[in-house]
Each structure stands twice: as structure tokens, then as C-alpha cells.
């Protein structure tokens, strides 16, 4: 699938950042959002302000977020982000959730972001490069997970997001 780079706009925290397609290999998809300064020497470079990493969705994974989507209860949301063996697939990136990760769609259930950030997934979070590739992040809509959970009125849906940070 093919986007524009203004498609993604919206990743920008200022207007005046650059947005970089880095590594376009199939597994390895990413996109930089990036800050121009020049040096000492006049010359103009770039640093990274984060990056996200673009999965390419499985049939198990897509699977799941049918399920989660057709789930009548928040109470079967939270139960089936619990029975997840690992946290991963919900901090990928797809294109087809519009460059976001689940934990946008999932931020209105205290339980299941509970469930996610948990510590019991401290070795996951350890493992993985986090701080290259933050969960939280300006949406297409100009919202974060914590806007949304903060809108829904989920106090402990924050509250873990917060600590999540702090932590990580």
C-alpha cells in the first residue's frame, strides 16, 4: 500500500518537522518524524524526534481485531486482551488501523489497558526499543490514548498511561 507523506501529517508534534520514509524493507517499515538544525559548520541535518515502526498485519492478528471490534461487552474486550500471551500485537503499528496501534482503540477499558501495561510485561517492554518506537502519539485526529481514555472518563486507564511513562 502506497501513502503519501502528507497522508501522515498528522505525526508531526510541530508543523515545521519533516516526515522520512527510513527503512522501506518489507519487515522493517519505518517512519521518522524528524527536527532540521544546522551545525557549526552551516550545514543543515536531521534528528530523529521518534519513529514508528509499520507491521504488516497476520491472519491471527487480524483475526483478533475482528473479534474485539464484533465484542458486545467491554467486559469480553478486557477478557480477550487478557488471554493474549504476549503484549506485542498490541503496540504494532498497521496501516490498516490508519497508522495506529490498538492501544488507541482499546484506551475507552481501564481493564485492558491495565492488562496490557501490566508489570508482569516488564521483560517484554525491556526487550523492545520503546524509547526509538513510543506507544503514545498524535493520531490522525489530533488525540492521543490518553486523550481518549481522558474523554471517556477512564481515570484508571490514564493513570496506568502515566505510570507506563514515567517507568519507561
Known sequence: MIHSLGSIDYL???PDQHLF????YYDDRQVCVQEQYTDQDGRTNFTDIYRLKVHEITLRELMLVQSLYASKTASDVSHLVALQPSPALFFKVFLELGMKSMVPYLSFDSRSVKSILSPEHDEYFKNNNFDKFPVFYKNQDGRSAIDVAAENNQIRSVNSMINYIIVY
Open 21 to 24: 520514509y527510513a527503512c522501506q
Open 12 to 14: 508531526k508534534i510541530e
